[in-house]
C-alpha cells in the first residue's frame, strides 16, 4: 500500500508500506507508530506494530530522488532498504522425505534462513550439500546392499549409476550443476542462479516424494 506522508513544509514523501510481519510472517497492514529522519544518512526510520502478533519493528528506507505528484502535491519517493527484526521462516518437507533425509531438510533451512538474513554468498554452498545428502539418501534406500559405495562415489557419478527415471536423472543433474557453480571462483553457467538452484531442488524433492509415496502404495496393496 502507498502512503503519503507531510512531515514538515519542506518534508513530504511516500512510501509503500510491508504487507508482512517480518516476526510472525503473515500478511498485514501495519500500524505506524513513528518515524525519525536522519539527515546525515538520508534515511527515513519507521517503527511499526503488527496488528496480528502485536510485536513492533522498524524499516528504514531511503531518499530516490525521485518525485511522485499525488492529488496536486509532489512527493519524495522513498525506497524500502530493510526490516529489523527479521524472524526468518522455514520450508516444511512432507513426512517422507523427513524420513527418507532428515539432514537434508536441516541442511537446506540453514541454507534457505542464510538466504532470508542476505548471507546470499554461502545460502548457494549450503543448498548444494543439502542436495547431496538428498540424492544420495534416495539411492542409498534403493540400493541398500551398495549404500557405503554410494556414499563414497561423487555426486555426479551416483546419479548417473544409480538413478533410472529420466526425468529424475535430469532434475537432479541440473541441480548439481548449478550447485557446483554456487561454489566455484567462476560461474560456468551465467543465465542461471540460486533462483533456478532452489526451483530445480524443489522439482526433485517432488519427484522423489512422489516415488516415496508411491511405493507406500504398493507396499499397502500388496499387503491386503
Known amino acids: ?30 500500524i505506524e507508530k513513528s518515524n525519525f529522519y536522519n539527515s546525515d544518512s538520508n534515511m ?29 502535491i509532489w512527493y519524495s519517493v522513498l525506497n524500502l532498504k530493510n526490516i529489523y527484526p527479521r524472524i526468518p521462516i522455514k520450508k ?7 524420513s527418507l533425509s532428515e539432514t537434508f531438510c536441516d541442511i537446506y533451512n540453514q541454507a534457505y534462513v542464510a538466504e532470508q538474513t542476505d548471507l546470499d554468498q554461502i545460502a548457494g554452498m549450503g543448498y548444494r550439500k543439502s542436495l547431496e545428502f ?6 542409498v534406500r534403493k540400493n541398500e546392499n551398495e549404500a ?26 541440473a541441480s548439481v550443476w548449478i550447485a557446483n557453480d554456487e561454489t566455484h571462483y567462476v560461474r560456468k553457467y ?7 538452484l532452489k526451483k530445480f531442488i524443489s522439482a526433485t524433492v517432488a519427484y522423489i516424494t512422489y ?4 511405493d507406500d502404495a504398493q507396499d499397502f496393496i500388496n499387503n491386503n
Open 190 to 196: 551465467e543465465d542461471k542462479d540460486i533462483i533456478d
Open 92 to 98: 516444511q518437507f512432507d513426512e517422507s522425505i523427513i
Open 1 to 30: 500500500m502507498r502512503k503519503y506522508l507531510t512531515i514538515n513544509d519542506r518534508q513530504k514523501i511516500c512510501y509503500d508500506l510491508t504487507n508482512l510481519c517480518p516476526i510472525c510472517n503473515k500478511s498485514i497492514m501495519p
Open 211 to 214: 516415488e516415496l509415496i508411491s
Open 44 to 72: 527515513y526510520f519507521f517503527t511499526f506494530q503488527c496488528p496480528a502478533c502485536n510485536k513492533g519493528f522498524i524499516a528504514y528506507y531511503d531518499d530516490t530522488d525521485n518525485d511522485e505528484s499525488y492529488q496536486g
Open 134 to 139: 538428498l540424492i544420495k539418501d534416495y539411492c
Open 148 to 173: 557405503e559405495k554410494i556414499k563414497g562415489t561423487l555426486l555426479g557419478q551416483v546419479i548417473n549409476d544409480y538413478i533410472d527415471n529420466d526425468k529424475l536423472k535430469n532434475l537432479a543433474k
